[in-house]
């Protein structure tokens, strides 16, 4: 057991007490069942999935209720300075705060507890506690199971708070709304310059891959839509003529004990490329990791197409990737940094998901992927492309990893301050907001 004491410790004005104690309700909700699951529209229900790492409440995705089962719930309601908590699966420990309605009636599902705190406890305040590094680690102690880890009610009554006063309380979660405020806007500023970096990223493998690197090239027209006007020189080919798929599996019989790394669909992204790969044996591997790639392969997923997870192999590392993947091996006549661009551009990927089939996963079959086209500019020029692209988007991503970096320093800057000021070791009763320019020297 850990009980949060802050540094002024010989300050009368602070309390400990179990969790429990400050709370007047803890609740989940329920999510109706059968074809009510998944409506279209009704009261929003919120879940883990809608709930950021940031504490606000995201209204993309949304699943919903229908209006007579929220009439008829006794729990799960959101009021004003309800404090939100994600309490199953891999993201236990999202918080949420409430501080007014939002413009439709919403309750949380099964996943999520509702604190209700008493009236002798900021409810701001407290909910900065629960965001706090120490409560999380300490709350993580009473996460039970493996395959589904869950936090049940018990922990309210294990985990120990120490608090001041309400007037104190109050100073804190003042101090803390404001200085947080003022990283969140850093952090959010620096997001958005990370997304329009990406944009830059698209728009110059798309521009380079179907307009070449010369703006006074003579153009004609392609003949396809989707394409339009091409360099006059360049070829169109479909992509089977100019690349193998799918060309090495391993067989039903491997042996169980031949190891590989694993990559699925959900491993795989268009800008980062692999970013996680499952060291594993064939025996203990899923029935679909079969499909063998090598060095200058590329991998586009044929399933959940909207992932728009593509990427190129770089090294021989022994990867198996799954079935979902069509793995693209190009032949002779097609640089393999090329191709590998030309699947990655913008235009390209459009047209891999206009023709997926399905709703909740669309897909396409590799044999019409590989039907679609190809620009094919003479090799010297693919080779061209393909290192001018390699070089600027070398700098791109050099920035974005600046970027990346300096988001991570403000959310650990923002973390610790919040643990700081929730345990006493900031003083803040005489704190007046400042220079809105202070946080940027951080």
């Known amino acids: 057991m850990i009980i949060i004491t802050p540094m002024i410790s010989n300050d009368k004005n602070w309390n400990t007490k179990r969790l429990k104690y400050l709370i007047s309700r803890l609740?989940?909700?329920?999510?109706?069942?059968?074809?009510?699951?998944?409506l279209s529209e009704g009261i929003f229900s919120i879940g883990g999935e809608h709930i950021s790492f940031d504490g606000k409440i995201l209204k993309t995705n949304k699943k919903y209720i229908s209006v007579e089962f929220y009439k008829?719930?006794?729990t799960g309601k959101i009021r004003v300075n309800d404090i939100l908590l994600v309490k199953d699966g891999a993201t236990i420990g999202k918080k949420a705060f409430i501080d007014n309605l939002p413009d439709e009636?919403?309750?949380?599902n099964e996943h999520v507890f509702i604190l209700r705190p008493l009236k002798y406890i900021y409810p701001k305040f407290l909910s900065?506690?629960?965001?706090s590094e120490k409560f999380q680690n300490e709350m993580n102690l009473y996460v039970r199971g493996a395959a589904q880890p869950g936090l049940n009610q018990e922990f309210t009554s294990k985990i120990y708070i120490h608090f001041p006063n309400l007037e104190n309380q109050k100073l804190i979660a003042d101090f803390l709304d404001y200085k947080t405020a003022q990283i969140d806007e850093l952090i959010e500023q620096k997001e958005k310059l990370l997304e329009l970096l990406e944009e830059?990223?698209?728009a110059l493998i798309t521009k380079a891959v179907t307009k070449g690197l010369n703006p006074d090239v003579k153009m004609k027209p392609s003949g396809i839509d989707?394409?339009?006007d091409i360099p006059e020189h360049w070829e169109i080919k479909r992509l089977k003529y100019i690349t193998d798929c799918n060309k090495l599996s391993l067989p039903e019989d491997t042996n169980e004990e031949y190891s590989f790394y694993y990559v699925d669909i959900s491993s795989v992204d268009l800008i980062k490329g692999i970013i996680n790969k499952e060291y594993m044996s064939f025996g203990e591997a899923p029935s679909r990791a079969r499909r063998i790639v090598r060095k200058g392969d590329t991998i586009v997923s044929t399933v959940r197409t909207y992932l728009k997870a593509i990427a190129s192999i770089k090294e021989d590392e022994n990867i198996i990737v799954s079935t979902g993947f069509a793995v693209i091996s190009p032949k002779k006549i097609i640089n393999s940094n090329y191709l590998s661009f030309f699947l990655q551009n913008e235009i390209f990927i459009n047209m891999i998901v206009a023709n997926s089939v399905g709703v909740s996963y669309p897909a396409i079959n590799p044999s019409e992927l590989i039907n679609l086209s190809v620009l094919l500019p003479p090799i010297y020029e693919q080779t061209s492309i393909a290192n001018y692209l390699k070089n600027e988007i070398y700098k791109i991503d050099s920035l974005c990893q600046e970027i990346v970096s300096a988001i991570e320093k403000l959310k650990e800057?923002?973390?610790a301050l919040i643990t700081a000021a929730v345990t006493g070791k900031i003083d803040v009763r005489n704190f007046k907001p400042e220079n809105k320019n202070e946080i940027k020297r951080i």
């Open 128 to 131: 900065f506690i629960i965001e």
């Open 226 to 228: 989707w394409l339009g």
């Open 27 to 38: 609740e989940s909700g329920n999510r109706e069942s059968g074809e009510g699951r998944y």
């Open 72 to 74: 008829n719930l006794n």
């Open 413 to 415: 800057y923002r973390s």
């Open 200 to 202: 830059k990223r698209i």
């Open 105 to 108: 009636k919403c309750a949380v």
